[in-house]
């Protein structure tokens, strides 16, 4: 479930999006403005994660330029 109220993360150094992936708890939802290479660089990521027994659900939110990233496992 999912408030009105998003808090957005912005990835503040060089960007490592696996390591960004890792941070996120299982069940914690993320939020990320999607600029620049973050679209595909999360997917490639998440591609990487996987065959590490990661999983995430993305979602996005066109109107408000957005990523939602939850962690399932």
Not at 22 to 43: A, D, N, P
Not at 46 to 65: C, I, P, Q, S, V
């Amino acid at each position: 479930m999912r408030t009105n109220k998003v808090a957005v993360s912005e990835i503040k150094t060089r960007v490592d999006y696996v390591k960004t992936l890792q941070c996120i708890g299982v069940g914690e939802t993320r939020s990320f403005k999607m600029t620049g290479t973050l679209y595909q660089g999360m997917h490639n990521a998440r591609y990487r994660m996987r065959e590490k027994g990661f999983d995430f659900l993305f979602e996005t939110d066109a109107e408000k330029n957005l990523m939602h990233i939850t962690r399932i496992k």
